[in-house]
């Protein structure tokens, strides 16, 4: 049994590649080539989602399909080129995942698509479970084009969960690899009023999350990869600062943040108050469903 995993350097693939069960083995899409893996049974697979190519061959008879391939949202400014490269790194990549889909003569049973909870907009102080409305502005229409694209595999018999993703909390990594530097410094704390909600997610929940769904033939469709307990940014501080023993009183103004970041301080100057009721519904149960714990298990 073998699955395709496209973008499994980044944050999340590669903490998914050391969770795989070594009876699996893994075809990994990237765009460069790379030397050996050091895993048993996986193999990297150069790929171009803007052409066709011999990589589609490994679609034919895989058991599933992720798909966490995209440009990183915060890696800069959003420039017009920027927001494009972000946004047709998305949909080409599952325009092409569907494609090859479609050409298998023995299809997976399921794609996995990444997705995230901006696709629910500013969302102020309101709960946001997976039957909420699409919000407005430029992340929210990408994930909504985005999970369009891969509903498509539906039309081939293929079970499609949409992943809606919050922030990612990993060891060194991703936004505790920004956060942590400034208060270990006595300089940390909120972003703007620090009223906005967190979506956040241990990485060992947001893994964990992917194997269940993959294994549930009965899950299809969006899915919150959040925890049950979101928070706002001045608790996620205070306890931030709390674990490391640090002030949390340094904040940036939203004037500062938007004149530094231009449209993508929105981003982070506004949130969603999303839980994960349809994981909760199916069974999943959270390792880490509060922060501190979470915090605790990755800062020190």
């Known amino acids: 049994m073998h699955m395709v995993i496209a973008g499994a350097s980044g944050l999340v693939g590669s903490h998914l590649l050391r969770r795989l069960p070594l009876e699996v083995s893994a075809r990994l899409l990237t765009r460069q080539r790379r030397v050996a893996s050091g895993f048993s049974g996986r193999e990297w697979i150069v790929w171009d989602p803007e052409a066709r190519g011999d990589w589609e061959a490994c679609i034919e008879g895989a058991e599933g399909v992720i798909n966490l391939a995209g440009e990183p949202i915060a890696a800069k ?17 599952t325009r092409a995942l569907v494609r090859a889909i479609e050409a298998a003569r023995n299809k997976p049973r399921f794609l996995i698509n990444a997705s995230a909870v901006g696709y629910y907009g500013a969302c102020g102080d309101e709960i946001v479970t997976e039957t909420s409305n699409p919000g407005a502005g430029f992340l929210a229409e990408l994930c909504r084009e985005w999970e369009e694209e891969a509903r498509k595999a539906e039309a081939y018999g293929v079970r499609v969960v949409l992943l809606r993703s919050g922030i990612v909390l990993a060891k060194g990594q991703g936004a505790l690899a920004k956060m942590v530097p400034p208060f270990k410094f006595f300089v940390g704390g909120p ?30 469709g969006p899915f919150n ?38 449209e993508m301080a929105d981003m982070l100057l506004t949130g969603q108050r999303a839980i994960p009721q349809a994981a909760q519904t199916l069974g999943y149960s959270f390792r880490y469903p509060t922060l501190e714990e979470a915090l605790r298990s990755l800062v020190l």
Do not use: Y
């Open 191 to 220: 972003l703007g009023s620090g009223r906005q909600w967190m979506p956040w997610i241990h990485i060992e929940d947001e893994v964990g999350l992917i194997l269940f769904l993959a294994q549930r033939s009965d899950a299809a």
């Open 225 to 262: 990869a959040t925890a049950p307990n979101p928070v706002r940014m001045d608790e996620f501080c205070k306890v931030l600062g709390d674990v490391l023993n640090r002030p949390a009183w340094a904040g940036v103004p939203a004037s500062l943040l938007t004149l530094m970041l231009g």
């Open 77 to 93: 400014r959003w420039s017009a080129a920027q927001k494009q490269k972000i946004r047709s790194s998305r949909l080409m990549s």
